[in-house]
């Protein structure tokens, strides 16, 4: 069996905008005829110059090489150029590749993905949910109201009994702020006093009957991150998302050392090799690989086991489409270190619409598929029908620095 042919697709993902603008999807065939997909998390450049990266990546290193080789194929890829460092725009084109050589490898083998990689552990998985209004963006600025879920505690508390009517029992909001391309910076005091009475207002409305899940994208210094993290810590948050940038493991360990509340990051990692440095310092103890990025399916294995020695537990991240979404549910269930799966509405709406048929998702826990591969079918039509056309990234810091208030 080879590869023959890798296709790729740009689909814009209409407002709201759950799980960013667009969706980066490819497609493989082999020379006889059976299809894999794949999916890419994958930010920095232009979603179509991204695609083509990852054609590229394709034809260099698959196309003619059969689909089961995947530690020939990545560490090929991996060394693309004479890299061979992790680079998270790399890694995104090999995650998505090897995502759909799994997929091929199930349906060649009639069995899921996960009978491949070491068999089920859960039979259910547990997910979580961000805060959405019952309507529109949750996003600050793209609102027809200045109050959003994310800076008003009453509308905030009001959506947090709305998901556990759902049958959710983990929400994640992130309220401390923008995030900005001059961070880390101090949190101010007003971030941290609307933060607390974001949590205070969450957690009476919810009791002791829901996870709360504090969100930050890397915003601030390891000390502003402690300062910020001690005037949470009341409210027994199960983690607190990547406090500080990505650059320094150090600085990770720092915060770490200096709370109570777990720290979870991963996002913007991949391979094992930086997920290693994070191990090494005792930095988080919770790690959230894109499936994505990180280097796929296999590699993410890896990091899982990695991370078992040092007994911290794996909770996907998925802030993108719905093919990362099954492949995460793929790996997920075989897990002993499993913690909870990132949903963000991909079980409803358009995620579900990508697909020919939907993710199984039942009060508040994923029940995983039996099919071959990856268990889901990407709907071409669909995804061809909503090209994207804009200009703008998947997700984009703000460009001026914060000044106090």
């Not at 999807?25 to 994958?42: I, M, P, Q």
């Not at 101090?186 to 899940?213: F, N, T, Y």
Request: charged fraction near 20%.
């Amino acid at each position: 069996m080879k590869i023959a042919e890798a296709r790729t697709f740009v689909t814009a993902n209409p407002p709201p905008h759950v799980g960013g603008r667009y969706f980066i999807f490819v497609k493989l065939v082999t020379d006889g005829g059976v299809v894999g997909y794949g999916e890419a998390y994958s930010a920095a450049f232009s979603p179509h110059l991204t695609a083509r990266m990852i054609e590229d990546v394709a034809e260099r290193y698959l196309i003619g090489y059969d689909p089961h080789d995947i530690e020939t194929f990545f560490r090929r890829a991996y060394s693309s150029g004479f890299s061979q460092r992790p680079d998270p725009t790399l890694m995104g084109c090999v995650s998505a590749l090897e995502m759909a050589c799994w997929d091929i490898i199930g349906k060649e083998a009639g069995k899921p993905v996960y009978k491949l990689l070491g068999g089920k552990v859960h039979e259910r998985l547990r997910s979580y949910t961000y805060l959405y209004p019952a309507t529109g963006s949750a996003v600050p600025g793209e609102t027809d109201s200045e109050r959003n879920v994310y800076n008003d505690p009453d509308l905030a508390a009001e959506a947090a009994l709305a998901c556990l009517a759902q049958g959710f029992d983990a929400i994640k909001f992130d309220p401390a702020g923008p995030y900005t391309a001059f961070g880390g910076h101090q949190p101010r005091q007003s971030d941290i006093e609307l933060s607390i009475r974001m949590v205070a207002a969450v957690r009476e409305a919810v009791g002791r009957r829901a996870d709360i899940l504090f969100g930050t994208h890397g915003q601030f210094t390891p000390s502003g991150a402690i300062r910020m993290a001690r005037a949470l810590e009341p409210y027994d948050p199960l983690w607190f998302e990547e406090p500080v940038p990505p650059d320094s493991p150090e600085a990770m360990a720092q915060v770490a050392r200096g709370t109570t509340i777990p720290i979870a990051t991963g996002e913007r990692l991949t391979t094992k090799y930086e997920f290693a440095q994070l191990l090494s310092l005792g930095a988080a103890g919770i790690f959230q690989p894109n499936l994505g990025r990180s280097g796929g399916l296999l590699e993410t294995k890896k990091i899982a086991a990695m991370a078992q020695a040092h007994h911290v537990q794996i909770a996907p991240h998925c802030y993108c489409g719905p093919i990362v979404a099954a492949a995460n549910i793929q790996l997920a269930v075989t897990l002993p270190n499993f913690l909870i799966l990132e949903s963000i509405r991909t079980f409803d709406g358009f995620h579900a619409r990508l697909l020919k048929q939907k993710l199984r998702w039942e009060d508040g826990f994923v029940i995983p598929s039996g099919e071959p591969g990856l268990g889901v079918e990407l709907d071409e039509s669909v995804a061809e029908a909503h090209p994207y056309g804009g200009g703008e990234l998947h997700l984009q810091a703000t460009q001026a620095p914060i000044t106090a208030k």
